[in-house]
């Protein structure tokens, strides 16, 4: 059995060392693609293989059309917008994610850049504090959870909506459920985005929500580029100079807001999840995945169900 390891931004040395080990102690050979830079290196890698492991490495139609052999592919973390779900299916191949494995990284980044954007992105001028701000979450899944955890410590009031939960599950995380999204959109000094990018959330934060927020408002996104409307944040920087934009997904309309300074900020490349921890829970998780669904038919975590 060959499981292939395809990512163009690799993990952290240490992960792959886990994987390779898990995959071995099965008896499987292990295939390492790193920082691949053309389609053709992914269709060559994967033609052969069994299983693959991927990041935000994008699996389409094309590329599972060639890979003959596969039958599980595992993105090593939350989102897999990046795969082609359907294509999949039409091949009997089982999709799956790791949820919750590389939330803490991804928290810990937002807390960061609500306090870089808070102190005036560490230039050394007066700013403001997070403690007693109300933070609004965009969604309570893994992420979401992880960063109310550790909002709490800031002294930050929490509010969050999420339509896919129960009462309780806001009210054992000592979070206020808010029912209506404008309600959040509204009430909070700073949202923080955690939805999943899809057909349903495309452009979902548009101009409307935006200029609900209070005066000062700051908007955290670690989630996709895909769920902001860009039309929207162009428009709110040009009516709104209180507005803060900070994002580990850069818009595509990045350059026209790079003139707004200590109001935008976009890390230069996407590391939410970009720490050696984050690697090693979700790429060790992914790999012993694997092994669960060759060895015992676990599908516990497909997502083309
Ligand atoms: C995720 O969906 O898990 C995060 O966005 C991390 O993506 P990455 O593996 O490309 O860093």
Redesign the pocket.
């Known amino acids: 059995m060959k499981i292939l390891v395809a990512t163009e931004?690799p993990f952290a040395k240490v992960a792959v060392d886990g994987i390779r080990q898990i995959i071995e102690n099965a008896g499987y050979e292990l295939l390492l693609l790193e920082k691949y830079k053309t389609k053709e290196e992914l269709i060559n890698a994967i033609k052969n293989a069994d299983a693959v492991i991927v990041?935000?490495d994008i699996i389409n139609a094309e590329i599972i059309e060639k890979a003959e052999n596969l039958k599980i592919i595992v993105r090593?973390?939350?989102?897999y917008d990046n795969i082609d779900l359907n294509a999949a299916s039409a091949k009997n191949i089982v999709v799956m994610n790791t949820p919750g494995q590389?939330s803490n990284a991804?928290a810990e980044l937002a807390i960061g850049m609500m306090i870089f954007m808070y102190r005036g992105q560490l230039k050394g001028i007066s700013g403001n504090e997070l403690k007693g701000k109300k933070l609004g979450l965009h969604a309570f899944g893994y992420v979401g959870k992880a960063l109310a955890h550790i909002a709490h410590g800031f002294g930050m009031e929490i509010y969050a909506y999420d339509p896919f939960l129960q009462p309780e599950d806001f009210t054992k995380e000592n979070v206020t459920e808010v029912k209506d999204i404008r309600d959040l959109y509204s009430m909070c000094n700073i949202v923080s985005i955690h939805i999943p990018a899809n057909e349903k959330t495309k452009k979902l934060v548009n101009y409307e929500l935006m200029s609900m927020m209070p005066k000062n408002a700051l908007l955290v996104n670690t989630a996709r580029k895909e769920v902001i409307c860009e039309d929207s944040l162009k428009r709110i920087f040009e009516v709104r100079d209180d507005f803060k934009y900070v994002t580990d997904v850069a818009p595509d309309c990045h350059n026209e807001l790079l003139k707004y300074n200590l109001r935008y900020y976009a890390t230069p490349k996407?590391q939410?999840?970009?720490t050696a921890e984050a690697n090693i829970n979700a790429g060790l998780a992914a790999a012993r995945q694997i092994v669960a669904f060759f060895k015992n038919g676990d599908r516990t975590f497909q997502v083309n169900k």
């Not at 090593?76 to 989102?79: I, Q």
């Open positions: 931004k990041r935000s090593a973390g939350a989102g590389n991804v996407k939410g999840a970009e």
